[in-house]
């Protein structure tokens, strides 16, 4: 049997959730792993660990010094000035970039339908490096014109190979953070009214495991450009609280009209449904949601 050759491969971020397992993924394949993030969590055995601070363009280059990679994959761009920085210091650096991008760069599309990529073309998307990217409040508002942008510094850039995955909502696994599907399950329990728009739509999910088998075999591909991540059938708030419920018999699920600002996660006053046939023409087939939905709210 022919052995594939080991990838030297940079990962920024993925401390932990789906990043974490995604450099799990990349050392049992063989892969020549490197983290950079800023010294706040020890990366797992067996890799090369770098701390900068990325934001901070002389640190990261110092950091990087005069490797090269096959691959960047990076978990942590939230703007065009992150973008900026990494282009500038990476060029030249690496064969391929993949930026973990988001479904909310489709906030604005307003489509009853699952959206494709070119819903969204980084192209098309305007840059203002002006705009208070560090200050946390703004960048907590603007999540997905923040993403947006990056993708856009990436695009314009032809010289510059990248590929941004638009991740849908990640669910399963007891490490996830966001304490979105404990949320849910702490007002079943107690039967608290679940907040929920007057006309509540569905959204396109992965599962943790999922995202990182995606995204550890987008490492070995070539293609560039967006593209979709997300498991096959919307789901909506009632088919996560009917999954949750079936585990707390005790339990009632109560919803509440409620405005958009007063919603509570998972619930949404727009479809946010993604169309997925772009990775399965690029040859990689998803699950089904509710295949692996009963088993990720367990």
């Known amino acids: 049997m022919v052995m594939e050759k080991a990838r030297d491969v940079l990962v920024i971020g993925g401390s932990r959730y789906f990043g974490k397992r995604l450099i799990a993924r990349l050392l049992a394949a063989g892969d020549r792993v490197t983290v950079l993030n800023r010294g706040s969590s020890a990366p797992p055995a067996g890799?090369?660990?770098?701390?900068?601070?990325?934001?901070?363009?002389?640190?990261?280059?110092?950091?990087?010094?005069?490797?090269?990679?096959?691959?960047?994959?990076?978990?942590?761009?939230?703007?065009?000035?992150?973008?900026?920085?990494?282009?500038?210091?990476?060029?030249?650096?690496?064969?391929?970039?993949?930026?973990?991008?988001?479904?909310?760069?489709?906030?604005?599309?307003?489509?009853?339908?699952?959206?494709?990529?070119?819903?969204?073309?980084?192209?098309a998307v305007s840059v203002d490096l002006e705009l208070p990217w560090d200050d946390p409040e703004f960048?907590?508002?603007?999540?997905?014109?923040?993403?947006?942008?990056?993708?856009?510094?990436?695009?314009?850039?032809?010289?510059?190979?990248?590929?941004?995955?638009?991740?849908?909502?990640?669910?399963?696994?007891?490490?996830?953070?966001?304490?979105?599907?404990?949320h849910y399950v702490d007002r079943i329990r107690t039967g608290t009214p679940i907040a929920v728009p007057r006309t509540n739509h569905p959204a396109t999910y992965i599962h943790v495991d999922e995202i990182a088998d995606f995204l550890f075999w987008t490492v070995g591909q070539d293609f560039t450009g967006p593209v979709n991540a997300a498991s096959h059938g919307p789901l909506t708030t009632e088919d996560l609280c009917e999954a949750i419920a079936a585990h707390i018999p005790s339990g009632s699920v109560v919803f509440r009209t409620a405005t958009e600002g007063e919603t509570s996660p998972f619930s949404f006053a727009r479809f946010y449904g993604m169309d997925n046939s772009r990775a399965a023409q690029l040859g990689y087939t998803f699950t089904r949601a509710r295949e692996w939905l009963p088993e990720a709210v367990r």
């Open 47 to 123: 890799v090369v660990h770098l701390i900068a601070d990325r934001d901070d363009e002389d640190a990261l280059r110092a950091a990087i010094g005069p490797r090269t990679f096959d691959v960047v994959v990076d978990q942590v761009c939230y703007t065009p000035r992150q973008a900026a920085i990494a282009r500038r210091v990476l060029t030249g650096r690496t064969g391929r970039y993949v930026m973990t991008s988001t479904v909310e760069v489709y906030e604005y599309e307003d489509s009853p339908t699952l959206v494709s990529e070119a819903a969204v073309d980084p192209l």
């Open 139 to 182: 960048l907590d508002a603007h999540y997905g014109e923040g993403k947006r942008q990056a993708e856009a510094v990436f695009a314009a850039e032809p010289e510059f190979p990248y590929a941004a995955v638009r991740v849908a909502h990640v669910l399963g696994g007891a490490d996830d953070f966001t304490g979105r599907l404990d």
